[in-house]
T-cell receptor, first 113, second 110 residues
Framework: DADVTQTPRNRITKTGKRIMLECSQT?????MYWYRQDPGLGLRLIYY???????NKGEISDGYSVSRQAQAKFSLSLESAIPNQTALYFC????????????FGDGTRLSIL | SQQGEEDPQALSIQEGENATMNCSYK?????LQWYRQNSGRGLVHLIL?????REKHSGRLRVTLDTSKKSSSLLITASRAADTASYFC??????????FGKGTRLSVIA
């Protein structure tokens, strides 16, 4: 089983819909991250959480929200999806040894029509 | 904003040749990391080099770090078709998340 699991793997939806992407991990890491990847732009950080009670905005948080339900679970929501949020979304985890390697899920490919 | 910038953006080589990718960054760092991404998959951590290290090896990978020039290079020796992927550098500094570059797309032709 994968250490970092993202669901769904693929999603097609319409403009204006609310969408939730979920991430769960079995690595026991405190730190979790959400990124989006667009062609030619690399990875950009949306939100991150260093523990269950900690939520921080990243580079591109507008239009997104997150919830850290437990150490192992970190979800990303698009309250009202728009087409330019079409992208590949990744969840990642790391331990508290700063700044250590990150472990990535296999991503959610999101298309907003 | 992105800290690391990889060069070249794309690289195509024959199987058996060596592949060299470079990363430049702008501010002081604690460490620099390299990741590989196969098409449609998540990034996989390859190697981490600390700011007080100059060179590190892992199998066919060799990473160098020059903090005076704020640059790093990743060398893959005796490349294989399976090395075809995108490679990203990421810089780590203090208690902040890693910052990733835009990546180098490596194609290894059999």
């Amino acid at each position: 089983d994968a250490d970092v699991t993202q669901t769904p793997r693929n999603r097609i939806t319409k403009t204006g819909k609310r969408i939730m992407l979920e991430c769960s991990q079995t690595k026991g890491h405190d730190r979790m991250y959400w990124y989006r990847q667009d062609p030619g732009l690399g990875l950009r950080l949306i939100y991150y959480s260093f523990d269950v009670k900690d939520i921080n905005k990243g580079e591109i948080s507008d239009g997104y929200s997150v919830s850290r339900q437990a150490q192992a679970k970190f979800s990303l929501s698009l309250e009202s999806a728009i087409p330019n949020q079409t992208a590949l979304y990744f969840c990642a985890t790391s331990d508290s040894i700063l700044p250590g390697p990150q472990h990535f899920g296999d991503g959610t490919r999101l298309s907003i029509l | 904003s992105q800290q690391g910038e990889e060069d070249p953006q794309a690289l195509s080589i024959q199987e058996g040749e060596n592949a060299t990718m470079n990363c430049s960054y702008k501010t002081s760092i604690n460490n620099l990391q390299w990741y590989r991404q196969n098409s449609g998959r998540g990034l996989v951590h390859l190697i981490l080099i600390r700011s007080n290290e100059r060179e590190k090896h892992s199998g066919r990978l060799r990473v160098t770090l020059d903090t005076s020039k704020k640059s790093s290079s990743l060398l893959i020796t005796a490349s294989r078709a399976a090395d075809t992927a995108s490679y990203f550098c990421a810089t780590g500094s203090g208690n902040t998340p890693l910052v990733f570059g835009k990546g180098t797309r490596l194609s290894v032709i059999a």
